[in-house]
């Protein structure tokens, strides 16, 4: 059965920096593009960042370009999230999840795998 598991989400200050990680198992993932996605209470699940298959494109939400990297690393079926200046606003449940679709990577409909999440909290 497949499975992804999201880790290092916590409690940071505004400004810190975290690292996100989510490893796959029970199927292979490294063919498929991987996404993060974050959901915050009383909000929509929204696109956070996605990459491709090889790792050689990536897309970011405008509310994290050039603070958030996503990479993967298929060696070790996982996919990395490292959020720097984090911002209150940020605060959430982190989600990564695999698309087999080429297009519409924003869109959470596009997903057909994901994770439990792991959330990050950020104090002002």
């Known amino acids: 059965q497949a499975q992804l598991v999201e880790s290092g989400g916590g409690l940071v200050q505004a400004g810190d920096s975290l690292r996100l990680s989510c490893a796959a198992s029970g199927r292979t993932f490294s063919s498929y593009a991987m996404g993060w996605f974050r959901q915050a209470p009383g909000k929509e699940r929204e696109f956070v960042a996605a990459?491709?298959?090889?790792?050689?494109?990536?897309y970011y939400a405008d509310s994290v370009k050039g603070r958030f990297t996503i990479s993967r690393d298929s060696a070790k079926n996982s996919v990395y999230l490292q959020m720097n200046s984090l911002k209150p606003e940020d605060a959430a449940i982190y989600y990564c999840?695999?698309?087999?679709?080429?297009?519409?990577?924003?869109?959470?409909?596009?997903?057909?795998?994901w994770g439990q999440g792991t959330q990050v909290t950020v104090s002002s």
């Open positions: 999840a695999r698309t087999n679709r080429r297009a519409g990577w924003g869109l959470r409909q596009s997903y057909d795998y």
């Open positions: 990459i491709t298959w090889s790792g050689g494109m990536t």
